[in-house]
């Protein structure tokens, strides 16, 4: 168990904590980061069976009776969420439902709203539950664009992708735009129903950038998400997808996981949309770490690109990151050498 900085977080040590999609890359962090400080976990999945590894893996490391796993198939059923939040102190909502390739946005809302309205319903109707944390997305702030020098606030959103949707403005073969409006909306629409319903509950939003490092079980979960293109370029594949992520932030899978501890149980932390961005980094870069790590092996090399100029409000996340691990986040080399860590992991 991790001794926390924190003299008295606001979750009582030993706490059950939700943790929904608990499976994937981050989320399974949440979990294991949940575990280490001393916390109970409860975490969902679409599908038991597939997931079955999770609980002997989890053991082995935390002991019996620290985690359990639920399957919630239909995450917009009716009262689908009053079973999985029962009893819990606190919820880590991950999982989503919509993918990054969407044609109709407004239909995609309807279509994850009830999920994401459920839960918030479910946990407003908990009488235990303290803190609510909701994933959202560094795209529902802004479209990344290293040409361009900007500020960002705590409150922005990407309104420009939500404006050429409803203009029909998006070029040709720009896949990313309909999801980024997407996320805007969503999140949104989240925050209107936490100001009008005003829940006990702390609420919080966390905005991942491009994830980078270690896979926590990449024997069961594979190389995925934004880590798989660490992959692609060591291999040489899919670099046009690897290019065509423009010089930003990242965060490292672990500090992520632990934010997600830091926004449920540090004193004070309500209202706010916490960003998590780290250092800046480009592909470019990647590919000079990777052939330093494996200098037997032949890296693309990428062209050289500009270096990202947007200023960012991550100030606040670095510092509950340091909250409860006593550091602030990390280098990229670092998750660099993670992530191929795992990549060799998972094909062994």
């Not at 009716?78 to 407004?106: M, T």
Request: glycine letters at 10%; proline letters at 5%; aromatic letters at 10%.
């Amino acid at each position: 168990m991790t001794k926390i900085p924190l003299s008295n977080p606001t979750i009582p040590l030993d706490s059950l904590i939700l943790v929904t999609g608990a499976n994937g890359l981050i989320a399974s962090w949440a979990v294991e980061n949940l575990l280490e400080a001393g916390y109970r976990v409860r975490g969902t999945v679409r599908n038991i069976s597939r997931c079955s590894w999770m609980v002997p893996f989890f053991e082995e490391r935390h002991g019996q009776g620290r985690f359990e796993l639920v399957e919630v198939s239909d995450f917009g059923a009716s009262g689908v969420w009053d079973a999985p939040v029962k009893g819990v102190a606190g919820i880590a909502a991950v999982a989503g439902g919509a993918g990054l390739h969407l044609g109709d946005i407004d239909a995609a809302l309807e279509l994850e709203w009830p999920f994401v309205h459920g839960l918030l319903v479910a946990a407003k109707n908990e009488p235990g539950v303290k803190s609510v944390v909701f994933t959202s997305s560094a795209w529902a702030a802004w479209t990344p664009d290293p040409s361009k020098k900007i500020t960002l606030h705590e409150w922005s959103y990407n309104e420009d992708a939500v404006r050429s949707i409803r203009t029909g403005g998006i070029k040709e073969g720009d896949a990313f735009t309909p999801y980024m409006a997407f996320k805007t909306l969503l999140e949104q629409r989240i925050w209107d129903w936490v100001r009008a319903e005003k829940p006990t509950y702390a609420f919080n939003t966390i905005l991942p950038e491009t994830v980078l490092g270690g896979t926590l079980s990449p024997e069961n979960q594979g190389i995925t998400s934004t880590c798989q293109f660490v992959k692609y370029l060591r291999d040489g594949v899919n670099l046009d997808i690897v290019t065509g992520v423009r010089p930003q932030r990242f965060v490292d899978t672990k500090d992520l996981g632990w934010l997600y501890v830091a926004a449920l149980i540090t004193p004070g932390v309500n209202g706010e949309r916490l960003w998590g961005f780290g250092e800046r980094f480009s592909f470019q870069l990647v590919s000079e770490i990777l052939q330093r790590l494996e200098p037997e092996k032949k890296i693309p090399v990428l062209p050289d690109d500009v270096w990202d100029q947007t200023e960012v409000p991550n100030v606040r996340s670095e510092s509950l990151l340091r909250g409860v691990t006593g550091h602030g986040w990390t280098r990229l080399e670092d998750s660099i050498s993670d992530n191929l860590g795992s990549i060799l992991k998972a094909e062994a």
